[in-house]
C-alpha cells in the first residue's frame, strides 16, 4: 500500500502522465529502498527560477528567454524587431548639441575613445591627383550657392545653413564623387542619401541607472557602399588611453528622457545592397555657430561640439550596419566597422574617423569586455577665408587634400596592390 | 479673378491665382482655416464664418455728407459726448517699415503698375490646351519623337553602364521603398530620390565621357524671360525643378534646311479659346531678362531641367498634357533668356540654341528637346522653333512595397444530387456532372468524384473534403514590368552635347 499511495501523491502533484509518474515513483522507492549510489542521468527537470515571479532571478530567466528568442531569429529583420520592440523610457540623445563637455558624455555613452590626430593611411594614392580641377569645381560649389545663384527670395541669416551651405555641400560631394571615380570604383556604384535620417538603440548602464540610448540625426549626405571598408587598426587593439566616466546621472548632460518607438536605421532598409557606410557628411546648425560661442563667452566649447557631433552620429552609425548585419550586444561584432564623418558649419571642417570594435555595452554584457571603439579626430580647419564678390580668398588646399583622402578610401578587395606588397 | 501685383523681387502680392488646387498646393497648409491654426485668416473678417467676422464700423454721421458744413466733434473733449458727430481721424503711421505690418499699396499706385496687362507662366500654371497652347506661344513647330542624335545614343552600346539594368532596380526599389523608415514612402520624397539617383548615376559614366566634369547642378534658380506674341505681352517667371548647367553649349539638332522649311508651318489655333488663357494676367510687372544666374557664371549654358511633380494626391499633379506644356515653356523661357544675353533681341539666330526638358512624376518620364531658332516671336509668320517630345514613358508599371499573397483554398461541396460547387479562391462554380457514386477509401464514407469542370483543372481527387490553404505569394515585392528604354533614354538626353570617346 505504501507504494501505492506514493503514486498517487507523485500524479496528483506533478500532472505527470501515468506511465512516467509510475517510473518515478518505481526508482524512487528502489533508490530509497536499496540505498545505491546517485544515478548517472538527472531524472528530474532542472531547478530553474519562476517566469513570473516578482524576483530578480525571475527577471533574469525572463531577460534571458528574451535573448535566447533573439539568438534563434532566423533573420536580421526579425532580431531588430524582437530587440526593439519593446518601447521604455530612454534617454534621446542628440549629436548637435550645446550642451557643456558632451563630448565626454558622449565617450562614456559609447565606450569610445578619442584620439587626436587621423590614422595614418592604409596606401598613398596610386595615380597623381588633379588638384586644379578639384579645386575648381570645390570653388565652383562654393561660388554658385554663395554668388552667382539668384534666388527668389534671399534667406535671413539665421537660415543661411539650410539655404545655402546645405545644397553648397551637396554639391561639392557630388562633384568630388564623380571626378575621384575613375580612381576609386567603388564611388561609382556607390549610394548618396540627401538628408535620411539615422536611428540607433542601445543599452547601456548598470543596474542602478538603467537606461536605453536613442539617438535621432540627419546627416546632410552620407555615401554607403556595397562592401565594407577596411579596419584601421586591429579589432583588440587596447588604446591605453581611458575613457571617461561620469559620475553624474545623464540627466545631468541635460538628456531627457522619452518614451516612443525604437528603430535602428542606417539610411536605408535592410534589403539594401549598398549596407555598409563609407562617409558622413554632417552640417551644424546656425545656432550652435562660432561667432555665437564666442560672443557667449564659450571658445573652448567650439570643438567639443564638433567631437560630440562626430562620436555620436558615427557610433550610431556603425552601431546600425553592425545591428543590420546580426550583431547585437550579446553577439559581438567580430570585425570592426569603419566609418569617416566630416563635420562642417560651412567654412570650417573637421574630419573624424570611427572604429567599432564592440557593441557589448549593456552592464551584463560588458563585465569582461576588453574592448572599446576608437575615434580619430582633427581640429577644425577653414576652407577658405572669406568670398569677395565670385572671388574666393585664401583657400585651403589641405582641407580639401583630406576630403579626398577620405572619399578615395577603398573596400579591401579593390586594393590587390597592398595584398601583394 | 482681380489683378494682382508682380513686382521685380518676384514676390506675389495678393491671391489670384486661377484653380483651387494650384492655390491650394501653392499656398501649403498654412491656410488651412482657422481651424487649423486658431486665428482666422485675415479674409474672414472680410468675407468669412459670421462668427468670427470684424463687426462693421459704424457709418459716418449724416454731417460728413453735407458739403460746406464743418462737422463738430468729441476728438478735442477725449471722449464720447452724446450730441456730437464722430470723429474721422487720419490713417495711422508707424513712420517706419516694420516688416511683419507691411500692408501694399492699392495696385494703381505701384510704382510698377501698367495699363497693359502681361500674362505670366508660373510653375503652377496648367494651361488648358496643354501643349498645342504652349507650341502657339512660344511659336513652335512639334516633332514627334525624339531627334536622330539622341536616338542614336540610346541605342550605342557603348554608352551603357555596367549592369545597368540592375542598378536602376536598385535605384527604384531604393526611391520606392528603401530609404525611409515608412512602409510606404510618399511621392514627396520618393520623386526627388529617384531624379537624384538617376542623375548620379549618369554622372558615373565620367570615365568614357569626362566633358561631364563640366557640368553643374543647381536648385532654386529663378527664371524669367519675357516676349511679345501678336501684341500679347508674355513671360515666363519661376523657380521649378533642377538645372543642369554645361560649360559648352549644345550643337543645334535641326539642320539649316529643317529651319527654313518651317516657315510654311502654320500653327495651330484653338479658337474660340484665348491662347492666354489659364496664364496668370498682371498689371503690375518688371519686364526682364534673368537667367538665374549672374554675369560671370562659369556654367552659362542651360542643358537640361529636370521638373517634377511631387504632390501626393493625384488632383494636385500635372496631368502629363500640362507637364509636357509646362516642359516647353520652362525650356523656352531658359534658351530665350540666353539667346537675348548673347545676341540681342528680335532676330533670326545663326546658333540655334538647344534646351532639352525632363519631366516625372517618379514613374511616367517626359522628354523633351527644344531648339529655339530665332527671337522674332511678334508675328505668326517666319521662321518657327522646334521641339521634339517623347511623351509617357514609364520606367515601371507599378510597384508593390507589399508581397500580394492570395490564399487559395479549393472547397468542394455536395449542393444536390448531382449538382456540384467548385470553388478555387473567390471563383465558384455550379456544375450539373453525372457523378459515379465510390466508396471513400480511408474514412468509410461515400464520395462522389466527378469529372473536371471546364474551367477549373482537378487539384485533387478526393474532391468532397475542404482542403486547407497554403498561401502563394502572387506578387513579390519590387517594381513590375520594369523598362529599361527609359532609363537609356535618360542617359542619352544627359550625355547628348558630350564629344565623343
Not at chain 1, 572604429?355 to 551584463?364: E, G, I, K, V, Y
Not at chain 2, 479658337?271 to 562659369?298: N, R
Not at chain 2, 455536395?414 to 450539373?432: D, E, K
Request: charged letters at 20%; proline letters at 9%; hydrophobic letters at 40%.
Amino acid at each position: 500500500m505504501a507504494a501505492a499511495r506514493c503514486w498517487k501523491l507523485v500524479s496528483r502533484g506533478r500532472g505527470l502522465s501515468l506511465h512516467t509518474a509510475a517510473e518515478a515513483a518505481s526508482t524512487a522507492t528502489e533508490s530509497t529502498s536499496t540505498d545505491v549510489a546517485t544515478t548517472p542521468v538527472a531524472r528530474y527537470p532542472p531547478i530553474v527560477a519562476s517566469l513570473t515571479a516578482k524576483s530578480k532571478a525571475a527577471r533574469l530567466r525572463r531577460v534571458e528567454r528574451w535573448q535566447a528568442t533573439v539568438h534563434a531569429a532566423q533573420s536580421v529583420d526579425e532580431k531588430l524587431r524582437i530587440l526593439t520592440k519593446m518601447q521604455f523610457m530612454k534617454y534621446m540623445v542628440y549629436p548637435q548639441t550645446f550642451a557643456l563637455n558632451a563630448d565626454r558624455w558622449y565617450q562614456g555613452f559609447t565606450k569610445t575613445v578619442y584620439l587626436s590626430g587621423l590614422p595614418s593611411p592604409p596606401v598613398e594614392p596610386e595615380a597623381p591627383l588633379d588638384l586644379g580641377a578639384l579645386r575648381d569645381a570645390a570653388c565652383d560649389s562654393l561660388l554658385q550657392e554663395h554668388f552667382y545663384l539668384r534666388r527668389r527670395r534671399r534667406a535671413p541669416l539665421r537660415e543661411e545653413p539650410e539655404t545655402v551651405v546645405s545644397p553648397f555641400l551637396d554639391q561639392l560631394v557630388v562633384a568630388l564623387m564623380g571626378l575621384l571615380s575613375p580612381q576609386n570604383p567603388v564611388l561609382a556604384s556607390a549610394s548618396v542619401d540627401f538628408k535620411r535620417p539615422v536611428h540607433f538603440y542601445w543599452l547601456r548602464g548598470e543596474e542602478i541607472i538603467p537606461g536605453g540610448h536613442r539617438k535621432y540625426d540627419k546627416p546632410n549626405n552620407q555615401i554607403r557602399i556595397p562592401k565594407q571598408l577596411p579596419e584601421f587598426v586591429p579589432l583588440d587593439y587596447s588604446v591605453p588611453v581611458e575613457i571617461p566616466v561620469m559620475k553624474c546621472k545623464p540627466d545631468k548632460l541635460p538628456l531627457f528622457k522619452r518614451q516612443y518607438e525604437n528603430s535602428i536605421f542606417i539610411g536605408s532598409k535592410t534589403a539594401d545592397p549598398c549596407c555598409y557606410g563609407h562617409t558622413q557628411f554632417h552640417l551644424l546648425p546656425d545656432k550652435l555657430k562660432r561667432e555665437k560661442l564666442l560672443k557667449q563667452n564659450r571658445a573652448d566649447q567650439i570643438e567639443v561640439v564638433f567631437r560630440a557631433n562626430a562620436i555620436a552620429s558615427l557610433f550610431a552609425w556603425t552601431g546600425a550596419q553592425a545591428m543590420y548585419q546580426g550583431f547585437w550586444s550579446e553577439a559581438d561584432v567580430t570585425r570592426p566597422f569603419v566609418s569617416q564623418g566630416v563635420i562642417t558649419d560651412g567654412k570650417y571642417f573637421s574630419f573624424f574617423c570611427y572604429q567599432l570594435n564592440t557593441l557589448a555595452l549593456t552592464a551584463q554584457a560588458d563585465q569582461n569586455n576588453p574592448r572599446k571603439n576608437v575615434c580619430w579626430g582633427t581640429q577644425s580647419k577653414p576652407l577658405y577665408e572669406t568670398i569677395e564678390g565670385n572671388n574666393v580668398k585664401g583657400f585651403n588646399d589641405d582641407v580639401l587634400l583630406q576630403m579626398v583622402h577620405f572619399l578615395l578610401n577603398k573596400p579591401r578587395e579593390d586594393r590587390p596592390q597592398v595584398l601583394e606588397s | 479673378m482681380a489683378a494682382s501685383g508682380y513686382s521685380s523681387r518676384g514676390t506675389l502680392i495678393g491671391m489670384a491665382l486661377a484653380s483651387r488646387p494650384a492655390q491650394r498646393a501653392f499656398l501649403g497648409s498654412g491656410q488651412l482655416g482657422f481651424g487649423a491654426c486658431g486665428i482666422p485668416r485675415r479674409e474672414a473678417y472680410e468675407w468669412g464664418v459670421r462668427s468670427t467676422r470684424k463687426p462693421e464700423p459704424p457709418p459716418l454721421d449724416r454731417v460728413y455728407e453735407i458739403p460746406g458744413l464743418e462737422p463738430i466733434t468729441y476728438a478735442g473733449k477725449m471722449h464720447f459726448v452724446p450730441g456730437l458727430a464722430r470723429p474721422v481721424f487720419p490713417p495711422w503711421d508707424r513712420g517706419w517699415k516694420h516688416p511683419r505690418y507691411h500692408r501694399s499699396p492699392p495696385i494703381h499706385e505701384q510704382p510698377l503698375y501698367k495699363e497693359e496687362p502681361c500674362y505670366i507662366f508660373h510653375q503652377r500654371c496648367r494651361l488648358l490646351e496643354g501643349v498645342k497652347q504652349a507650341l502657339w506661344l512660344t511659336k513652335t513647330k512639334l516633332i514627334e519623337g525624339l531627334p536622330e542624335k539622341v536616338s542614336s545614343l540610346v541605342d550605342e552600346q557603348q554608352n551603357h553602364i555596367e549592369n545597368q539594368d540592375e542598378r536602376v532596380l536598385n535605384i527604384i526599389s531604393h526611391a520606392r521603398l528603401w530609404h525611409s523608415m515608412e512602409d510606404i514612402p510618399k511621392r514627396e520624397t520618393y520623386c526627388p530620390i529617384i531624379v537624384d539617383s538617376l542623375l548620379q548615376l549618369c554622372k558615373s559614366q565620367i570615365l568614357k565621357y569626362p566633358s561631364v566634369a563640366r557640368r553643374i547642378c543647381a536648385k532654386n534658380h529663378s527664371l524669367s524671360a519675357a516676349w511679345t506674341r501678336e501684341s500679347v505681352l508674355l513671360q515666363v517667371r519661376g523657380t521649378s525643378g533642377i538645372r543642369l548647367s554645361a560649360k559648352d553649349p549644345l550643337p543645334p539638332i535641326a539642320s539649316r534646311e529643317e529651319v527654313e522649311a518651317t516657315r510654311n508651318h502654320v500653327l495651330e489655333t484653338f479658337y474660340p479659346i484665348s491662347p492666354t488663357i489659364d496664364l496668370q494676367e498682371c498689371h503690375v510687372y518688371d519686364l526682364k531678362d534673368d537667367t538665374g544666374f549672374q554675369e560671370g557664371y562659369p556654367y552659362p549654358y542651360p542643358h537640361t531641367l529636370y521638373l517634377m511633380e511631387t504632390a501626393d494626391l493625384q488632383p494636385h499633379r500635372f496631368h502629363p498634357e500640362q507637364l509636357r506644356a509646362k516642359m516647353i515653356l520652362f525650356a523656352f523661357g531658359s534658351a530665350l533668356a540666353q539667346a537675348r544675353l548673347l545676341y540681342g533681341d528680335s532676330k533670326v539666330l545663326e546658333q540655334p540654341i538647344v534646351v532639352q526638358s525632363v519631366g516625372t512624376d517618379g514613374r511616367v518620364f517626359q522628354f523633351l528637346v527644344l531648339q529655339l531658332n530665332t527671337t522674332d516671336l511678334a508675328s505668326n509668320e517666319g521662321i518657327k522653333n522646334l521641339v521634339w517630345v517623347d511623351s509617357d514613358q514609364l520606367l515601371y508599371r507599378h510597384f508593390w512595397c507589399r508581397p500580394v499573397i492570395k490564399k487559395k483554398v479549393v472547397v468542394n461541396l455536395i449542393t444536390a444530387p448531382g449538382m456540384l460547387l467548385w470553388s478555387v479562391g473567390h471563383h465558384f462554380v455550379l456544375q450539373r456532372q453525372p457523378c459515379h457514386p465510390t466508396h471513400h477509401p480511408t474514412l468509410d464514407l461515400p464520395a462522389f468524384i466527378p469529372a473536371a469542370p471546364p474551367q477549373l483543372p482537378v487539384l485533387f481527387s478526393e474532391a468532397f473534403w475542404p482542403i486547407p490553404a497554403l498561401p502563394c505569394v502572387r506578387e513579390p515585392v519590387g517594381p513590375v514590368d520594369f523598362q529599361p528604354e527609359t532609363f537609356r533614354k535618360f542617359l542619352a538626353l544627359y550625355l547628348h552635347g558630350c564629344p565623343e570617346p
